[in-house]
């Protein structure tokens, strides 16, 4: 699993793309967190359609980490 860096908020941002990149980029941003949580927002059982909130705070101990992956 690689380490969710700086530039990755804006790769996650990205649309449209495959569910399976996505997941996998937040599996990372998750992993390379010290906490996290998230609320639904909202959900439409008619449609399908939801949306979500993820807060949390990487794990950056050291600053010169923040742009790349380790």
């Avoid at 992993?31 to 609320?39: D, E």
């Avoid at 059982?45 to 939801?50: M, S």
Wanted: aromatic share 12%; net charge negative; hydrophobic share 35%.
């Amino acid at each position: 699993m690689q380490r969710f860096n700086f530039h990755d908020f804006w790769t996650i941002e990205r649309s449209p793309m495959s569910p399976s990149y996505l997941q996998r980029r937040i599996s990372d941003l998750v992993a390379s967190s010290i906490n996290a949580k998230v609320k639904v927002d909202s959900i439409n059982p008619e449609t399908g359609e939801y949306r979500i909130v993820l807060h949390g705070c990487l794990d950056w101990e050291n600053p010169e980490t923040w742009w790349t992956n380790r």
